[in-house]
T-cell receptor, first 112, second 112 residues
Framework: EDQVTQSPEALRLQEGESSSLNCSYTVSGLRGLFWYRQDPGKGPEFLFTLYSAGEEKEKERLKATLTKKESFLHITAPKPEDSATYLCAVQAGSNSGYALNFGKGTSLLVTP | EAEVAQSPRYKITEKSQAVAFWCDPISGHATLYWYRQILGQGPELLVQFQDESVVDDSQLPKDRFSAERLKGVDSTLKIQPAELGDSAMYLC??????????FGQGTRLTVV
């Protein structure tokens, strides 16, 4: 059974204090790993797609990396507006289509 | 910019009543998902469509939940009768192929 585990569950950072969020996964036939940002009361907002080990993507203060067992979302010099829940999802291929399974998320709070 | 449209945004219903949610995916997206998200948890898949066909409804409580996508475009999720434990955010997402999924803003359901 596909599993996605995110850690930590919650993270509190001072503004400018860099850190990383982890997403470990076990899946048969990975067809992509996705990072989303979710603000309270809203739907998830797409951030990155990673397809193969060694791949990296960057956007502003965020950088996502992928290995064969886990992905990291690195946050460099975060600002209070980066406060949100960050969700990781894995997509597995099968004859019945591409299932998209989510972790429970990491709730990030950045204080001034 | 194309978006996934969901309505209503908020719904309050009494226990044992029927409730329905509507989703209009991004044009051209063959895959459509319905997810349920309980506060503080990651989204959990209820049903996945490929065009008008259901490809995964293994986690859909079929005694009370139903979903349809008759013409392979918009979709409706229904709950009858609603129970207190159904209170959650209901999210719709769509995608093309094995690319990223885009989410709507969700419907916040409260059952009283």
């Amino acid at each position: 059974e596909d599993q996605v585990t995110q850690s930590p569950e919650a993270l509190r950072l001072q503004e400018g204090e860099s850190s990383s969020l982890n997403c470990s996964y076990t899946v048969s036939g990975l067809r992509g790993l996705f990072w989303y940002r979710q603000d309270p009361g809203k739907g998830p907002e797409f951030l990155f797609t990673l397809y193969s080990a060694g791949e990296e993507k960057e956007k502003e203060r965020l950088k996502a990396t992928l290995t064969k067992k886990e992905s990291f979302l690195h946050i460099t010099a975060p600002k209070p507006e980066d406060s949100a829940t960050y969700l990781c999802a894995v997509q597995a291929g099968s004859n019945s289509g591409y299932a998209l399974n989510f972790g429970k998320g990491t709730s990030l709070l950045v204080t001034p | 910019e194309a978006e996934v449209a969901q309505s209503p945004r908020y719904k309050i219903t009494e226990k044992s009543q029927a409730v329905a949610f509507w989703c209009d995916p991004i044009s051209g997206h063959a895959t459509l998902y319905w997810y349920r998200q309980i506060l503080g948890q990651g989204p959990e898949l209820l049903v996945q469509f490929q065009d008008e066909s259901v490809v995964d409804d293994s986690q859909l409580p079929k005694d009370r939940f139903s979903a349809e996508r008759l013409k392979g475009v918009d979709s409706t999720l229904k709950i009858q009768p609603a129970e207190l434990g159904d209170s959650a955010m209901y999210l719709c997402a769509s995608k093309r192929g094995d690319t990223e999924a885009f989410f709507g803003q969700g419907t916040r359901l409260t059952v009283v």
